[in-house]
């Protein structure tokens, strides 16, 4: 099956840094990827929707200059969190989905997530 | 926003039983998927099902789909500790966009 990576799988920061989260594609094309944020014990939420050389579409309520989404291949998009607080602390996760396969609605595969932590 | 609410939020049964977990969604949608997480992992994904689609199995798993009621449910068979995890559905609104509900979280007893 189609496999994508995070990196960092974990990271601990200083309060006011800014933190680069890595998702990648291994063996597919991924022309559009979701960036969720998921507390403890909670749903995954949807912060936003990228698609590969195009900005990024934010959730209501998702400050897009503090969360910068970078979608430049389609292998490979970024979440940056800058500025980073304590409330920040979150479980991040990506999927990926190739959007040219003849049935767009196929499924997207999910990334195993990058824990952060904001001292 | 969230679409899919899941019911029940906890559900501890023994091995061996049956754990059945219900999905309600508010809009329409082109299809829904049932996706497991291990705590603290990833999602795996386990099974989508159309708007076409009524009922959909794979091994253990038995998906059904009523889009009259805006509901699903997952069935796990005969289920194994291993089956611990939480389960969450998914939908996407029309929009091919997968939000998720808040998920049952399934302890099955050795």
């Known amino acids: 099956g189609a496999v994508v990576s995070q990196h960092p799988s974990w990271v601990i920061c200083k309060s006011g840094t800014s933190v680069k989260i890595e998702c990648r594609s291994l063996d597919f094309q991924a022309t559009t990827m979701f960036w969720y944020r998921q507390f403890p014990k909670q749903s995954l939420m949807l912060m936003a929707t990228s698609n590969e050389g195009s900005k990024a579409t934010y959730e209501q309520g998702v400050e897009k200059d503090k969360f910068l989404i970078n979608h430049a291949s389609l292998t490979l998009s970024t979440l940056t969190v800058t500025s980073a607080h304590p409330e920040d602390s979150s479980f991040y996760i990506c999927?990926?989905?190739?959007?040219?396969?003849?049935?767009?609605?196929?499924?997207?595969?999910f990334g195993p997530g990058t824990r952060l932590l904001v001292l | 926003s969230q679409q899919g609410e899941e019911d029940p939020q906890a559900l501890s049964i023994q091995e061996g039983e049956n754990a059945t977990m219900n999905c309600s969604y508010k809009t329409s949608i082109n299809n829904l998927q049932w996706y497991r997480q291990n705590s603290g992992r990833g999602l795996v994904h386990l099974i989508l099902?159309?708007?076409?689609?009524r009922e959909k199995h794979s091994g253990r798993l038995r998906v059904t789909l009523d889009t009259s009621k805006k509901s699903s449910s997952l069935l796990i068979t005969a289920s194994r500790a291993a089956d611990t995890a939480s389960y969450f559905c998914?939908?996407?609104?029309?929009?091919?966009?997968?939000?998720f509900g808040r998920g049952t979280s399934l302890i099955v007893h050795p």
């Open positions: 999927s990926a989905r190739n959007d040219r396969e003849v049935l767009v609605h196929e499924t997207q595969y």
């Open positions: 099902i159309r708007s076409n689609e």
């Open positions: 998914a939908t996407d609104g029309g929009s091919y966009i997968p939000t």
